[in-house]
């Protein structure tokens, strides 16, 4: 019996859904790859021919435990050279310069003509990265959104999941030699968790500028942004949980591809509890209830609070009614 190799043409033919962007590692620079018609712009390649289960084996394949995969460099069989972004005019931060060489380095099919990817989460665990990375180098929120109808946009609401769990095994509790398997989980959720913490604060230091230029383009006949539109950040974390037991068997479920029903059922709790005790979230939530008014959000949450992170209509009946 046959079966159908599902591609990106048939994720682009559906009616209604959202978006999915994949993202791996390029082996040979460690810049992320992301399975974007732009990131295949830049090797002549056809997104839609790509199949979905070649994007997924590529984001987790594991360097020393699974195999990479590989993809031909075709670039310069298309026309003239392309880039993954627009880059703001003059802009020369570091990161900018870091998209612009990314971009760069698949010219060079000479020097590269196989592109080999492994596991994204080696240089951006919380898939963001490159996201944050290309909205800097357009220079501005609102180019981020040129597509959008002046005034369309009211809430644009940013979801950061930090899936990282503990370490199995303490390697600093011996003096025997790591084991390659215990190298390459220290690697990935040990040393790997400092690369998490300075996303998330490269992300602060990104959302604090995209609120001011929010706040001050918003309302415009120009602007992408209605007069009352805000940005909401959510950094959610099994180390949130509020439950010490439920926080110490999410922490401990191990990354596998095949994990039991009543581990499923486990990280599926545990994520509502962690979201539903996420200020960010709560105030949200507060927002699209039309009914926030400064001032007001800090003793909602106390009262979320001391329900035990419960949902905000049983916190606060009045936010939520009818």
């Known amino acids: 019996m046959g079966y159908h190799c599902f591609t990106f043409a048939d994720l682009a033919a559906r009616a209604r859904g959202p978006d999915l962007l994949v993202a791996a590692t390029d082996l040979t620079t460690g810049a992320p790859f992301e399975f974007t018609p732009e990131q295949f712009a830049l090797i002549c390649g056809d997104l839609t021919k790509v199949p979905l289960s070649f994007a997924v084996a590529s984001s987790s394949a594991v360097p020393l435990l699974l195999t990479p995969m590989t993809l031909r460099n075709h670039a310069g069989q298309c026309g003239p050279p392309q880039v993954s972004a627009p880059t703001a005019a003059g802009d020369d931060s570091f990161r900018t310069r870091m998209v612009r060489a990314a971009a760069a380095s698949y010219q060079d099919v000479q020097a590269r003509p196989y592109i080999h990817l492994v ?52 390697i600093d509790q011996s003096d025997r030699v790591p084991t390659v398997r215990q190298v390459v989980e220290t690697l990935l959720f040990g040393a790997g968790s400092r690369l998490t913490q300075t996303t998330l604060a490269m992300m602060s230091d990104d959302v604090r500028r995209w609120r001011s230029e929010i706040e001050a383009i918003r309302g415009r006949h120009d602007s992408p942004f209605a007069v009352d539109a805000e940005l909401h950040v959510i950094s959610v974390s099994l180390h949130d949980i509020p439950d010490s037991s439920a926080r110490r068997d999410a922490l401990g479920v191990p990354t596998a591809f095949s994990i039991g029903p009543d581990q499923v059922d486990l990280l599926i709790e545990a994520g509502r509890a962690a979201l539903r005790c996420s200020p960010q979230s709560q105030a949200l939530q507060a927002s699209l209830a039309g009914k926030a008014v400064e001032g007001q959000i800090p003793r909602q949450l106390d009262a979320i609070g001391r329900l035990g992170c419960g949902s905000l209509s049983e916190a606060v009946p009045s936010l939520t009614g009818d």
Do not use: C, Y
């Open 119 to 170: 596991d994204g989460g080696l240089v951006d665990n919380l898939g963001v990265r490159a996201v944050l990375d290309r909205i800097v180098a357009i220079g501005s929120l609102a180019s981020a959104f040129g597509a959008a109808e002046p005034g369309s946009i009211r809430k644009v609401v940013l979801v950061a999941v930090n899936s990282e769990r503990d370490l199995g095994e303490r």
